[in-house]
């Protein structure tokens, strides 16, 4: 896949180009609470990012809980990584597997496709992505 370097404070570290799902320019998923695998409030993946952290969702109480039941506890505040906890209706880049897993079980978050990059079509079908979307008219 294509890459292009890190353009932030990454430390050198390179990242795939910022495209969403439907090829257009990676839109900010959350600068409140701070969100992304590089916390630059989008969903930019590389190479170091090997749980790909590349669905922008809007959180749900049901989804919060789906995950905390499978051992990622998002809602509960971790300050000493600088976590927050989500409460629903935050938006967070969540890993595409785990967006699949919640799928598979009825308990998938809605997606925001501007904001989801692309590299997640590696593992979520684009019209189970779709059919979540809030941003499609």
């Given amino acids: 896949m294509d890459r292009e370097p890190d353009s932030g404070g990454g430390g050198g570290r390179r990242r795939f180009p910022s495209r969403n799902v439907l090829g257009e320019a990676l839109q900010t998923c959350s ?3 701070v969100t992304g695998f590089y916390r630059d409030a989008c969903c930019n993946s590389g190479p170091d990012d090997h749980g790909l952290h590349t669905v922008c969702v809007v959180t749900t109480a049901e ?4 995950s905390k039941s499978r051992g990622n506890d998002l809602s509960t505040p971790a300050p000493q990584f600088g976590f927050p906890g989500l409460k629903p209706g ?3 880049c969540l890993c595409a597997a785990r967006w699949q897993e919640a799928l598979e079980a009825d308990s998938a978050p809605r997606v925001v496709l501007a ?3 692309e590299v997640t079509l590696q593992i979520v079908d684009i019209a189970d992505l779709k059919k979540y979307a809030i941003d499609l008219s």
């Fill in 63 to 66: 989804f919060l809980a789906f």
């Fill in 115 to 117: 904001a989801t990059h």
């Fill in 90 to 92: 935050d938006r967070w």
């Fill in 31 to 33: 600068a409140s609470p």
